[in-house]
Nanobody, 121 residues
Framework: QVQLEESGGDLVQAGGSLRLSCAVS?????????RSWYRQAPGKQRELVAT???????KYADSVKGRFTISTDNAKNTVYLQMNSLKPEDTAVYYC??????????????RGQGTQVTVSS
C-alpha cells in the first residue's frame, strides 16, 4: 500500500513563493521512478507542470520555466515543487504523481489528493 501526502498549498500574493511537498510512504522497499507535478484550474484541463524522470531528466511547462523547480529528497521519499515569482494564473489544485516500483506490485502510478494554491493579484 502506497500513500502520498501533499502539503504546502496556500494563499499567496503575486510575486510570492511556495514550496509544495509530496511525502511518499508505503510498506516495503520501493523505488520512485518518475516524479511529476500536475495542476488543474477550474474549467481547465489538467496540465503537466514539472517532471523528474528516472534518468534525472527534468522537464517543465513553458509557463513555469525559470520559476518552478522540482526536486526529490530520496532519504525522505519526498518530492518538492519550489514555486517562485507566482502569478495569478498559477492558481490551481496541484497534484503529485509518482511512478513507483515495488517487488510485490511492479511499477504503478499513484496520485496525491491535491493541494490548493491560490495567487492573488
Amino acid at each position: 500500500q502506497v500513500q502520498l501526502e501533499e502539503s504546502g498549498g496556500d494563499l499567496v500574493q503575486a510575486g510570492g513563493s511556495l514550496r509544495l511537498s509530496c511525502a511518499v510512504s508505503g510498506s516495503g522497499w520501493m523505488i520512485i521512478n518518475v516524479r511529476s507535478w500536475y495542476r488543474q484550474a477550474p474549467g481547465k484541463q489538467r496540465e503537466l507542470v514539472a517532471t523528474s524522470g528516472k534518468d534525472g531528466l527534468l522537464k517543465y511547462a513553458d509557463s513555469v520555466k525559470g520559476r518552478f523547480t522540482i526536486s526529490t529528497d530520496n532519504a525522505k521519499n519526498t518530492v518538492y515543487l519550489q514555486m517562485n515569482s507566482l502569478k495569478p494564473e498559477d492558481t490551481a489544485v496541484y497534484y503529485c504523481d509518482v511512478n513507483i516500483y515495488m517487488p510485490a506490485t511492479g511499477s504503478r502510478d499513484y496520485r496525491g489528493q491535491g493541494t490548493q494554491v491560490t495567487v492573488s493579484s
